[in-house]
């Protein structure tokens, strides 16, 4: 079992940054694969970013690439979404998830353990 704990969203406006944090519980954090999703109201959840247990690979989804970065420190059972330039389309309820098994995964079904999300939203 593995419990996922979100922070760092907020209320910003266009153009800003923010990054959130995802903590995870557990001595295994780095097996997991991690990745990003988010979901706006209305929509269904999409893939955001996703970082390989070793950090050797990330993935974005194209609405995001060239703004948003993954990453995460082992060492502190951390992951985290560096987003910049935000537009207001950016806004949703961002969840963190993690995968146990060896697969390398944009598909949310495959990842058992999520967090309870942390709300940004991006005025214009």
């Known amino acids: 079992q593995v419990q996922l704990v979100e922070s760092g969203g907020g209320l910003v406006q266009a153009g800003d940054s923010l990054r959130l944090s995802c903590a995870a519980s557990g001595r295994t954090f780095s097996g997991y694969t991690m990745a990003w999703f988010r979901q706006a109201p209305g929509k269904e959840r999409e893939f955001v970013a996703i970082?390989?247990?070793?950090?050797?690979?990330?993935s974005y989804a194209d609405s995001v690439k060239g703004r948003f970065t993954i990453s995460r420190d082992n060492a502190k059972n951390t992951v985290y979404l560096q987003m910049n330039s935000l537009k207001p389309g950016d806004t949703a309820v961002y969840y963190c998830?993690?995968?146990?098994?060896?697969?390398?995964?944009?598909?949310?079904?495959?990842?058992?353990?999520w967090g309870q999300g942390t709300q940004v939203t991006v005025s214009s």
């Open positions: 970082i390989s247990r070793s950090s050797g690979d990330t």
């Open positions: 998830a993690a995968d146990p098994s060896r697969r390398y995964s944009t598909n949310s079904y495959n990842y058992p353990y």
